[in-house]
């Protein structure tokens, strides 16, 4: 059974800095292209930053971010550790959200998508 767990979340000021972590187990993150979403209060859910993985390609692993968050934002993956990271770096009130992390599954894993609890991050002036 697969299970994500978000931590890191908290209370910061406008220009501050949070690392979201999410820790996965029951899965191999090799098949599984690890994904960052947010919502805010009213709001659609919005896909924030991927990381894939392609292991036996040229580019071994590709990352993709929201027009809102390039720049400030960066999505990393430790593999051995099966945990996945957001660094959040000069932080806005619109990063008010509540931060999930995501597992898709490609390759051998096709059709399976797990989700994390969410992890609540608030940006105040």
């Known amino acids: 059974q697969a299970q994500l767990v978000e931590s890191g979340g908290g209370l910061v000021q406008v220009g501050g800095s949070l690392r979201l972590s999410c820790a996965v187990s029951?899965?191999?993150?090799?098949?599984?292209?690890m994904k960052w979403y947010r919502q805010a209060p009213g709001k659609e859910r919005e896909l924030v930053a991927s990381?894939?993985?392609?292991?036996?390609?040229?580019?071994?692993?590709?990352?993709n971010y929201a027009d809102s968050v390039k720049g400030r934002f960066t999505i990393s993956r430790d593999n051995a550790k099966s945990t996945v990271y957001l660094q959040m770096n000069s932080l806005k009130e619109d990063d008010t959200a509540t931060y999930y992390c995501?597992?898709?599954?490609?390759?051998?894993?096709?059709?399976?998508?797990?989700w994390g609890q969410g992890t609540q991050v608030t940006v105040s002036s």
């Open positions: 990381h894939t993985n392609a292991p036996y390609s040229s580019v071994p692993w590709m990352t």
């Open positions: 029951g899965i191999n993150l090799n098949f599984y292209v």
């Open positions: 995501n597992a898709h599954g490609m390759r051998a894993a096709a059709g399976r998508d797990y």
